[in-house]
Every structure is written in C-alpha cells, then in structure tokens.
C-alpha cells in the first residue's frame, strides 16, 4: 500500500505565501517524476507543476516565475513553494507520483488533497 498526504494548505491574502508539502509512505521501491495538480471549483483538474527523479521541472504557464517545485528523494517528499499568491489560485492542491512498489509496477497514485484559499 502506497500513500501520499497532503499538508501546508489554508487561508492566505492575495500576495501571499504558501507552502505544500506531499510525503509518500507504504512499500515503496522507487518513484519516478512527482507532481502537484489543482481543482478550482467547476473546473477540470490541471496541471500545476512537476519534477522527475533528476530534478527537471515543468510547470504550468499560469504559476511560472511564482511556484517552484522541489522534491526531497531521501524523504520520498516534494514540495511546491507558491508566492506571489492570486485568487485565481484557490483550488483543492493534490499530490500525484509515479510509484513503483516491491509488487507492483509503476503506476499513478493521488493524495487526498489540501486546499488553498486566496482571499483578494
């Protein structure tokens, strides 16, 4: 079994701070890239920002120059660093990874999810 919980959501003011947190627990063997999607209300889920196992990032052109995304591979954990805040950015924040476990292949696996509040 393979989990990922989501941390660091919550209410912040237009050009403010946040930082999520996403740790992967549970019979891991190894994971590939690690990501973060988002949720606003009514919309389709999107991708925000992910990084491979080397350390190569993508992110989505809406959060360029303000998120950043980073992964700590001793603690199976990444993170996504967001500053400069906008309303638009609320949304349900959820963690993805490309887990292989000791049984089984790789495959996607999601978190719960956090929410983010931007308040104008």
């Known amino acids: 079994q393979v989990q990922l919980v989501e941390s660091g959501g919550g209410l912040v003011q237009a050009g403010g701070s946040l930082r999520l947190s996403c740790a992967a627990s549970g019979s891991i063997f190894s994971i590939n890239a690690m990501g973060w999607y988002r949720q606003a209300s009514g919309k389709q889920r999107e991708l925000v920002a992910d990084i491979t196992s080397g350390g190569s990032t993508n992110y989505a052109d809406s959060v360029k120059g303000r998120f950043t995304i980073s992964r700590d591979n001793a603690k199976n954990t990444v993170y996504l660093q967001m500053n400069s805040l906008k309303p638009e950015d609320t949304a349900v924040y959820y963690c993805?990874?490309?887990?292989?476990?000791?049984?089984?292949?790789?495959?996607?696996?999601w978190g719960k999810g956090t929410l983010v509040t931007v308040s104008s």
């Open positions: 993805n990874a490309d887990i292989r476990t000791k049984v089984l292949p790789h495959m996607a696996y």
